[in-house]
Structure formats: structure tokens, C-alpha cells
């Protein structure tokens, strides 16, 4: 999606707006009538819906750019909501850029994909920390494991003792370490 910078006339104060191409095609509307409902631009723009809310809520109702005035006055879109240009817009600079709305927040199932993406990608993190650990002290019981751990990666993310059990248990399978045959709490490094 591209910028355009629009010239625009606030009363007797003159405004370039830096504006993304569907509010560009939303501002554009206003040049015909000083107000539209949130139904005329929709058909008039063919923008698809999620995104006109979006734009619509950029240019009416971030405070301090609101190039457009809501009725009624709500974060919301809703399909009754009548927009009029705000002549009454200032601003200190004369060159404004306005940004686009953050899209909705992740469903659900798009956080628990998302978490499990994040699991996955910190597998590796978490092992190599170990091995590290491992490596420099030859042999370290199962509690020392997960407090070196955890102290290492805290600056990055707070990993789970029970998700660094599982680290250290695949890290067995492969044989990087062992289990001391006397101690079972004890680990050693394989070199």
C-alpha cells in the first residue's frame, strides 16, 4: 500500500497530509460535500470493510489528527456514524502524517498458533543455553540446571522449567547428556 501527501485547507490554515491510499480515496470524497455517512464512502471507495474502519477511525478519531469529524463521537465504526471535514483541524506542523489505525487484535487460534510459533523458535535457544551450562561445568544437578538457565535467558524471555525439562530430556535422547547412573537428579555433559 502506498502514501500520498494531499494539500489541504483547515478554515484559513493551509496542511500537507501524508495519508496511505484508501484515506487518500476517503479524503478525496470530501472535496464534493462537507459530510458523507460511513455507507457513502463504503460504496463509493470499494475499500473492504475491516480496512475502511480502520481508516476511518485514523482519520476521525486519533486525537490531535483528526482530519475528520465523527457523529456520534466513539473509537467505533458502525454503519449509521456521519462524517464531516473538520475545518476546525490544527496542528503546529504543516506537513502531517497520518498513520493507520493498528489492525484488531490475534483471535484465539491466532495466539495459541502464535504462542506455539514462539515455543517452537526458543527450542533452540533453550538447548544451546544448556549445553553451554553443561559444557563449562561437566556435571550439575537438575535444579542448578534450570535456575542457570533461566538466569541466562532471562534477559531474552522467562523460559519454563517444565518446557527446559523437556530440552534437557531430548538433549539425553540425542546424547548430549546423561543421568549420573548413582544420582538421577545429576546431569553430565557428553563431549
Do not use: W
Not at 76 to 100: R, W, Y
Not at 121 to 140: F, N
Not at 154 to 159: A, D, V
Amino acid at each position: 500500500m502506498g502514501t500520498a501527501d494531499l494539500k489541504a485547507t483547515f478554515g484559513t490554515a493551509k496542511h500537507e497530509l501524508n495519508v496511505s491510499t484508501y484515506q487518500m480515496c476517503i479524503l478525496l470524497l470530501f472535496n464534493e460535500t462537507p459530510s458523507l455517512s460511513y455507507r457513502d464512502i463504503a460504496s463509493a471507495t470499494d475499500i473492504p470493510i475491516v480496512d475502511l474502519k480502520r481508516n476511518l477511525q485514523s482519520l476521525a478519531c486519533v486525537k490531535g489528527k483528526n482530519v475528520l469529524r465523527k457523529e456520534p463521537m466513539s473509537k467505533d465504526i458502525s454503519d449509521e456514524d456521519v462524517f464531516h471535514f473538520n475545518e476546525n483541524f490544527k496542528s503546529k506542523l504543516i506537513k502531517v502524517k497520518i498513520g493507520t489505525v493498528a489492525a484488531q487484535k490475534e483471535s484465539d487460534p491466532e495466539k495459541q498458533e502464535t504462542r506455539q510459533r514462539v515455543e517452537e523458535d526458543r527450542k533452540p535457544q533453550i538447548e544451546a543455553a544448556i549445553v553451554r551450562i553443561m559444557k563449562a561445568r561437566r556435571v550439575l544437578d537438575h535444579n542448578n540446571v534450570i535456575s542457570e538457565v533461566t538466569k541466562q535467558l532471562s534477559p531474552r524471555f522467562m523460559p519454563n522449567p517444565s518446557i527446559i525439562k523437556k530440552r534437557i530430556e531430548s538433549l539425553i535422547e540425542r546424547e548430549f547428556l546423561e543421568r549420573d547412573r548413582s544420582d538421577r537428579r545429576l546431569y553430565r555433559y557428553l563431549a
